[in-house]
């Protein structure tokens, strides 16, 4: 365990972040023409840049993780949001795409036994598969080391400076509750949720914002849109809304020796809103691999354990 305390990346939260700050309001009016090349590059260019896919074959070409949008997260506390999430920065970080993870909801050393469990698809790894999974993170992934609440004002400067330093190119922040914001203050969620959409707005980076769904009579239906805990703007405001959802009637059954749901999915995520692109919105049922904590499509077969060569 001691090399997951010593991983290198951890930002401490004592940087000064005062010329992160929000630049001041610029008069940008331009002509059409000032864009002309870019809308020709998107057409017919060599080097048009779409989305990174989900690591969900049966969503590829249906929703992408795109530069310039942040998503919303949403899902019941224990839901598995986190575990999803981490299970994408993998994928995505397998692509070269360097993440920074903000999240005081869980310390770095969870954080990364987890990507490492999803990495190898397994929670017994060897001592030179960690050395080589660190020397492989090393330059695709930053952490926060702050485990409390932190101040909502400096969540848009910190996701600039690792823009700006580290060329990050996926950002989580898990989640808005731990963002020092009252719950029931939405107009204050509503402007830091338009800060750091700002950023989105202004680099090549994609925001993944975790939020906790309002509590109701039980969690056995799927959150949707309108179910994100805190203001009715969150949902609006942002390009794209995801929903994870876990069976638990499903365990319940299976823990009274009930084989009536064995056939069911173990979770479902489910694209709610999804602004660019098409806007296909639809669900996907997943399976979940208890040893590698890895999510899988029905007709995928269970993730098998591999010694993994970086």
Not at 36 to 47: D, R
Not at 49 to 63: I, T
């Amino acid at each position: 365990m001691s090399n997951l305390a010593n991983f290198p990346n951890l930002i401490p939260d004592s940087i000064d972040l005062s010329k992160y700050m929000e630049p001041s309001a610029k008069h940008n009016i331009r002509t059409v023409d000032h864009y002309k090349n870019g809308v020709i590059e998107h057409f017919i260019g060599e080097n048009v840049k779409y989305g990174r896919d989900l690591p969900f074959k049966s969503l590829h070409g249906k929703f992408q993780l795109r530069e310039n949008e942040m998503t919303v997260w949403v899902g019941y506390k224990g839901h598995g949001k986190s575990a999803v999430i981490s299970q994408v920065f993998v994928h995505v970080m397998e692509y070269n795409e360097p993440c920074f993870v903000i999240s005081p909801e869980f310390t770095p050393v969870q954080l990364l036994l987890r990507m490492i469990f999803q990495r190898i698809k397994r929670r017994d790894p060897i001592a030179q598969e960690l050395q080589d999974w660190f020397d492989w993170a090393v330059k695709r992934l930053w952490l926060y080391d702050q485990q409390a609440s932190i101040k909502p004002d400096d969540v848009a400067p910190l996701c600039r400076y690792v823009c700006e330093e580290y060329g990050v190119k996926h950002i989580l922040i898990d989640s808005l509750m731990k963002c020092g914001i009252a719950p029931d203050d939405y107009s204050r969620q509503k402007l830091f949720v338009d800060q750091v959409q700002n950023v989105a707005h202004n680099y090549p980076v994609h925001i993944h914002l975790v939020a906790h769904a309002k509590k109701a009579k039980d969690d056995s239906a799927i959150p949707g849109i309108h179910d994100i805990k805190g203001g009715s703007e969150i949902g609006d405001l942002v390009e794209n809304v995801v929903a994870v959802w876990r069976n638990k009637p499903k365990e319940i059954a299976q823990s009274m020796n009930d084989m009536a749901k064995i056939g069911e999915p173990d979770a479902i995520i489910k694209i709610e809103a999804q602004r660019n692109a098409d806007g296909w919105i639809g669900s996907l049922p997943l399976f979940f691999d208890k040893r590698s904590m890895l999510f899988y499509e029905q007709d995928e077969q269970r993730p098998e354990s591999e010694y993994v060569k970086f």
